[in-house]
């Protein structure tokens, strides 16, 4: 079984269009986080929920939203694409909020805006 | 700025061979973890540490936390072609929510 998984793996679109990243996790946690891996691999966090409430909301464009239905979910939307947007985006969770705790990461979705 | 420094950045090296990648820090750290990110995948947690100068040894991967609680060291003894991957570490700094994040050694080893 899969703890996180983030779907579609692989995306490719059209600048100006709107799409949407879904993330669902199995383990039971109460945190979930929303990263952006660069070309240069280095890895920034984006969001991060707490049961369902926003706790971290990092300097990204308000073309990005996350919406978090319930604690297992935590999905991104993306309006009005850019080229910049290019980069993996992993969502992860953890148990509890405190910056130690275990991250577990899905695979990451492979966004391409061209 | 980059709290956390990662060096070095790329590391090509043969089979059999003994490396040490670190991750350096002016600020302290309540714990410092490191994971091991292989290529189409997610990090994955190696280890965390937590106690100055705190050392943790998993299978040939061995990992110290300085004194200070502002670097660590990564060391992997004979290393195999499974070692491979983009290793990243992340500080934690008290009851701030937010980790701090390395920006990643690159390991090759080739067979």
């Known amino acids: 079984d899969t703890a996180v998984s983030q779907t579609p793996k692989y995306l490719v679109t059209q600048m100006g269009n709107d799409k949407s990243i879904k993330c669902e996790q199995n383990?039971?946690?109460?945190?979930m986080y929303w990263y952006k891996q660069d070309s240069k691999k280095f890895l920034k966090i984006m969001f991060s929920?707490?049961?369902?409430?926003?706790?971290i909301n990092e300097t990204v464009p308000n073309r990005f939203s996350p919406k978090s239905p319930d604690k297992a979910h935590l999905n991104l939307h993306i309006n009005s694409l850019e080229l910049g947007d290019s980069a993996v985006y992993f969502c992860?969770?953890?148990?509890?909020?405190?910056?130690?705790?275990?991250?577990?990461f899905g695979e990451g979705s492979w966004l391409t805006v061209v | 700025t980059q709290l956390l420094e990662q060096s070095p950045q790329f590391l090509s090296i043969q089979e059999g061979e003994n490396l040490t990648v670190y991750c350096n820090s002016s600020?302290?750290?309540?714990?410092l973890q490191w994971y091991r990110q292989e290529p189409g995948e997610g990090p994955v947690l190696l280890v965390t540490?937590?106690?100055g100068g705190e050392v943790k040894k998993l299978k040939r991967l061995t990992f110290q936390f300085g004194d200070a609680r502002k670097d660590s060291s990564l060391h992997i003894t004979a290393a195999q072609p499974g070692d491979t991957g983009l290793y990243l570490c992340?500080?934690?700094?008290?009851?701030?929510?937010?980790?701090?994040w390395g920006a990643g050694t690159k390991l090759i080893i080739k067979p």
């Open positions: 992860a969770s953890s148990h509890g909020q405190a910056s130690g705790n275990t991250i577990y």
């Open positions: 383990l039971g946690h109460d945190t």
């Open positions: 929920y707490n049961n369902k409430e926003l706790i």
């Open positions: 600020s302290v750290f309540s714990s």
């Open positions: 540490v937590v106690t």
């Open positions: 992340a500080g934690a700094r008290g009851s701030n929510y937010q980790l701090i």
